[in-house]
């Protein structure tokens, strides 16, 4: 009697597994797919209250595929961030689109602009354009005009400073002079998705990610995806590839190419030609991805960057301007934290740096993806050969020397050039 009650609990067993896998396959196949033809992800009819509207007819040509779970409409449910995975089919092209932001978040959108300009009922569409009446500014100077790329209007910075609705900016919190809002809105207006103010302003208040990827485009060697435009709430941007994250197991020999490019890109960051300074506050590893056919690394999540014009502190010379601030680690011992002024008022400082070795490559990084740091298990022979490698991190991460930061991963990267010279990077397959 027991032997047949065993047999009948796995038969009956085996046929509930069945009916589950049967179910499961019945509602994967049969939900109903997200069509991008619709305007159920685009919310096109928001305009002029949105991010662009250059790629509407390609949306509306079905050259737009959702793929994996996202294209079914269960997956919308439980994609709170709004990010789907796409391809463009005429161009075979993989791409991310992205409503860059919840759907809780666009709706606070419109009620803090209507609930500004006393909208009642509430029409974002019409409060977008009160704000850009209120923030536009004609400009008297022909910046531009020697490439072809006139700029007649911008932003006025004092009225952008002193709104609410901007106040919690990244891009902006450091902006105080004319010339950088110039330089942001007319690299933005002249980019190939060609916004008009009313979206550059939709953006701003939602999440800075596509004005980022116009303003430092990948085309002059700035290590962001590129941005296409879009249609309506949905932007879209080049896929990059798989998080930094996800290659924690790969060879070290490839690690280290990464961990040179990221002490690189804090290099770029800090210094660079045009005098403006990057601070991402977020080093998660997680917000970087590597194409994988250049073994080039990306940061995909712009959302979180704050913008300093370094030729105007120098020129300004306020009190202590001079001296290269260092990243204190207050608050905290095992995150990473800043203060907004102290990168503002500074024309130098190792916040990057500090975000890099603390972040991403100390044996603790603040990273939760990456236990042991991106470096872990570095080869005995490495260690032979430089065995300063691993204090030299650590003292990257820790350090509190005005500058310290910066020599240190100066010599880092030295000793990562010297270890991968003869390397071919492309050959490498994990």
């Given amino acids: 009697m027991q032997l047949k009650r065993r047999i009948r609990l796995q038969r009956n067993k085996g046929i509930g597994y069945f009916i589950a896998a049967g179910t499961l396959l019945l509602f994967y196949t049969k939900l109903l797919p997200i069509h991008l033809n619709t305007q159920t992800l685009t919310s096109s009819e928001s305009c002029p209250a949105c991010y662009s509207q250059n790629l509407c007819s390609n949306f509306k040509s079905d050259e737009f595929e959702l793929v994996g779970w996202d294209r079914f409409s269960l997956a919308k449910l439980l994609n709170e961030r709004n990010v789907f995975q796409a391809v463009w089919k005429p161009r075979s092209q993989a791409v991310v689109l992205k409503k860059l932001g919840t759907d809780r978040e666009l709706i606070n959108l419109d009620n803090r602009l209507c609930n500004y300009f006393h909208s009642e009922p509430c029409d974002s569409k019409k409060a977008v354009e009160s704000l850009e009446n209120l923030v536009l500014q004609h400009k008297s100077n022909l910046q531009g005009l020697g490439n072809g790329e006139l700029s ?29 809002v110039d330089f942001i809105v007319h690299n933005s207006l002249h980019h190939r998705s060609l916004p008009h103010i009313h979206n550059l302003l939709t953006v701003l208040l939602v999440n800075q990610e596509p004005v980022i990827s116009m303003i430092f485009p990948q085309s002059r060697g700035w290590p962001f995806p590129d941005y296409y435009g879009g249609c309506g709430r949905l932007a879209v941007f080049q896929y990059i590839g798989q998080p930094l994250d996800s290659y924690y197991n790969y060879s070290w020999v490839l690690r280290a190419y990464f961990a040179l490019q990221l002490l690189k890109l804090a290099q770029l960051f800090s210094k660079n030609k045009y005098g403006l300074a990057l601070y991402p506050t977020d080093w998660s590893a997680n917000n970087f991805a590597v194409d994988w056919s250049t073994k080039q690394l990306y940061l995909v999540d712009m959302e979180n960057i704050i913008l300093v014009n370094q030729t105007r502190v120098i020129h300004m010379k306020a009190p202590g301007w001079d001296i290269q601030h260092a990243a204190d680690r207050f608050g905290c011992e095992d995150c990473f934290s800043f203060h907004t002024q102290d990168l503002c008022t500074h024309a130098y400082t190792d916040h990057n740096y500090h975000g890099v070795c603390g972040g991403l490559l100390s044996k603790k990084p603040y990273s939760p993806g990456l236990p042991g740091g991106l470096l872990h298990s570095t080869p005995t022979q490495v260690l032979t050969r430089y065995p300063e490698l691993l204090g030299l991190i650590e003292e990257c991460a820790l350090s509190s020397k005005p500058g310290g930061r910066e020599q240190t991963a100066k010599l880092l990267i030295e000793i990562l050039q010297s270890e991968l010279q003869d390397v071919n990077i492309q050959e490498l397959d994990n």
């Fill in 152 to 180: 007649s209007i911008t932003l006025n910075v004092d009225k952008l400073k002193i709104l609410p609705l901007f106040e919690d900016v990244d891009v902006l919190q450091c902006v105080s002079d004319q010339n950088l």
